[in-house]
């Protein structure tokens, strides 16, 4: 499996890209050249130089810090995101497809009440009721995504609750956690992982989404998405304020993207290496 994900140049490529976004997030204060929050109302506007890489916005602040400051709302609350969702997910797929019945049925009216409301307006109605915070947002997203994460292992788990390794563990007695997350789990991980690699980029582009819109990240916190609402006003005068966050994150998720392909590649069962 990893023989064949390592032969896969784009996975590989794609692998590290990411992995410096999130060292670069992480060291952010070693690697900012300013102060992302320093305001300088007289360098308000100015151009590419040493001092500012990519100019400054609207108050004198440096657009490259705060672009290096901004991965750590944008890249890790989106990687918080998908772990809750997952996990959520993960649980009561896992409930509802080994042990079917009424377990099953409680479970998948609740998945079937959750899919049929528009996600975008279970995020606002949450944000509503709660107000607007990051915390909000991030449980916004998971409930609007666990039912169909559930959805998804349940229908796994149901194919391999009677496989032979499966029955054989209850015949020597084991017990039901022990199946669960000793032989079911493991055996639709690779499936998970995909999945939660292909949606990491719809979870960056919601919560950029919900910051642009005023209900995610608040100001002056540098987020990518803020960013972007705060660049709105400036785009035909100030064009670099903008564009770096706006191209940040089409190329951040179009690395997730094509991380997933590659991943379902690799682990794809039917694949047998000559």
Not at 54 to 67: A, F, N
Not at 86 to 97: E, M, R
Not at 144 to 152: D, E, N, Q, T, V
């Amino acid at each position: 499996m990893w023989r064949r994900f390592l032969k896969n140049k784009m996975a590989v490529i794609m692998m590290g890209f990411l992995a410096v976004i999130a060292l670069a997030g992480v060291f952010a204060p070693l690697l900012a050249p300013n102060d992302p929050y320093a305001n300088d109302i007289l360098n308000k506007f100015a151009g590419i130089s040493f001092k500012y890489p990519l100019g400054t916005d609207q108050l004198g602040r440096c657009i490259l810090s705060r672009m290096i400051y901004g991965i750590r709302p944008t890249f890790f609350l989106s990687l918080l995101t998908m772990a809750g969702t997952i996990g959520l997910g993960c649980i009561l797929g896992l409930l509802a497809g080994y042990f079917r019945g009424p377990v099953d049925e409680i479970i998948m009216r609740a998945v079937d009440v959750m899919m049929s409301f528009p996600s975008q307006i279970m995020v606002f109605a949450v944000v509503a009721l709660l107000g607007v915070d990051v915390r909000n947002v991030i449980l916004a997203n998971v409930l609007i995504k666990w039912a169909w994460y559930a959805r998804m292992i349940r229908t796994n788990v149901m194919k391999y609750r009677d496989k032979n390794f499966v029955l054989f563990s209850r015949c020597v007695g084991s017990g039901e956690p022990f199946i669960l997350f000793r032989h079911l789990l493991p055996s639709i991980a690779s499936e998970m992982a995909v999945l939660a690699t292909l949606d990491i980029g719809w979870a960056i582009l919601n919560i950029s989404t919900l910051s642009f819109l005023g209900l995610g990240v608040q100001a002056p916190t540098p987020e990518w998405g803020a960013m972007l609402n705060e660049a709105k006003n400036v785009m035909t005068t100030n064009p670099v304020q903008m564009i770096a966050p706006g191209l940040a994150i089409v190329i951040v998720v179009a690395a997730f993207n094509l991380l997933g392909d590659a991943l379902r590649d690799a682990l794809d069962p039917k694949e047998v290496e000559v």
